[in-house]
């Protein structure tokens, strides 16, 4: 059974960084895509970035030049460095693992990490 646990989030004033870690546990690293996206009170869950195994990455326009996924599968970690925050930034920041085969879609949610960007 696959589990992600995330750490790294805070308050933190705006323009401001912060770096999230999700730790990955329970199958094999390297063949799943990972993801993190973020929810805000009474908005919808949003992808903010992803990265697949390979190291091919897709940022969210809204953090574009400013947040960065990176991954280290030796350590079986996917990171979300985030620069410049802003107030909207603030969420509850969730990882998420991916992995798709024939007839089948694994997918695994880890508990969230709260990210608050005020002054």
């Known amino acids: 059974q696959v589990q992600l646990v995330e750490s790294g989030g805070g308050l933190v004033q705006p323009g401001g960084s912060l770096r999230l870690s999700c730790v990955f546990s329970?199958?094999?690293?390297?063949?799943?895509?990972m993801g993190w996206y973020r929810q805000a009170p009474g908005k919808q869950r949003e992808l903010v970035a992803a990265?697949?195994?390979?190291?091919?990455?897709n940022v969210a326009d809204s953090v574009k030049g400013r947040f960065t996924i990176s991954r280290d599968n030796i350590k079986k970690t996917v990171y979300l460095q985030m620069n410049s925050l802003k107030p909207d930034d603030t969420a509850v920041y969730l990882c998420?693992?991916?992995?798709?085969?024939?007839?089948?879609?694994?997918?695994?949610w880890g508990q969230g990490t709260q990210v608050t960007v005020s002054s």
């Open positions: 998420n693992a991916n992995k798709r085969r024939v007839g089948t879609t694994y997918d695994y």
């Open positions: 329970g199958s094999i690293f390297s063949t799943y895509a």
């Open positions: 990265i697949t195994g390979g190291g091919s990455t």
